[in-house]
Antibody, heavy 123, light 111 residues
Framework: EVQLVESGGGLVQPGGSLKLSCAAS????????IHWVRQAPGKGLEWVSG????????AYAGSVRGRFTISRDNAKNSLYLQMNSLGPEDMAIYYC????????????????WGRGTLVTVSS | QSVLTQPPSASGTPGQRVTISCSGS????????INWYQHLPGTAPKLLIY???QRPSGVPDRFSGSKSGTSASLAISGLQSEDEAEYYC????????????FGTGTKVTVL
């Protein structure tokens, strides 16, 4: 059974940093690209970042580029999101989602998702 | 603010057909395949339709997708109570600042 389990969310002050993790199981992790998607309170889904199977192809949404860094450790079947300079606009549930393809491309889509981890930005 | 526009809500009685629209532009809907996701609060979003009109294994054939020009649609026929959820269209955008975009979301209510 494919499983994606996010962790690392919590309360952080504005301007602070946080690192999220996503533990994958039930499939060959390094066969797939993986993405982060978030949902702010009362808002819709927003794509944040994606990384290809070998970390050779990485993309970010303009709203997080330069502040967030996506990475993966295929030996540990894990995905990460380092988030710096956090602001109220970053407060959201963060989901990791498996891409159906090994690379981040226009024909990608997300076939399995985790249940998310909540990031709260407040002083 | 999403570049894909959906109606905020849609509703129907059990057994009815409901259609959700997704309006975009030539750099997203007009250029790339469309995917649809179903999301219930507190749960993992679920892939409903991929590559515009394909259903993953396990998704009932009551759900169907289509696209024409810069607009896409999701149709739910034979509406059931368990279909009450938020639905999002999504696709890639060929502009530089955003790669993958989701629609604004449509809450489907079964009356």
């Amino acid at each position: 059974e494919v499983q994606l389990v996010e962790s690392g969310g919590g309360l952080v002050q504005p301007g602070g940093s946080l690192k999220l993790s996503c533990a994958a199981s039930g499939f060959t992790f390094d066969d797939y690209a993986i993405h982060w998607v978030r949902q702010a309170p009362g808002k819709g889904l927003e794509w944040v970042s994606g990384i290809s199977w070998n970390s050779g192809n990485i993309a970010y949404a303009g709203s997080v580029r330069g502040r967030f860094t996506i990475s993966r450790d295929n030996a540990k079947n894990s995905l990460y999101l380092q988030m710096n300079s956090l602001g109220p606009e970053d407060m959201a549930i963060y989901y990791c989602a498996r891409d159906r393809r090994p690379i981040v491309a226009a024909t990608s889509y997300f076939d399995f998702w985790g249940r998310g981890t909540l990031v709260t930005v407040s002083s | 603010q999403s570049v894909l526009t959906q109606p905020p809500s849609a509703s129907g009685t059990p057994g009815q057909r409901v259609t959700i629209s997704c309006s975009g532009s030539s750099s997203n809907v007009g250029a790339n395949p469309i995917n649809w996701y179903q999301h219930l609060p507190g749960t993992a979003p679920k892939l409903l339709i991929y590559t515009t009109n394909q259903r993953p294994s396990g998704v009932p054939d009551r759900f169907s997708g289509s696209k024409s020009g810069t607009s896409a649609s999701l149709a739910i026929s034979g509406l059931q109570s368990e279909d009450e959820a938020e639905y999002y269209c999504a696709t890639w955008d060929d502009s530089l600042n955003v790669f993958y975009v989701f629609g604004t979301g449509t809450k489907v209510t079964v009356l």
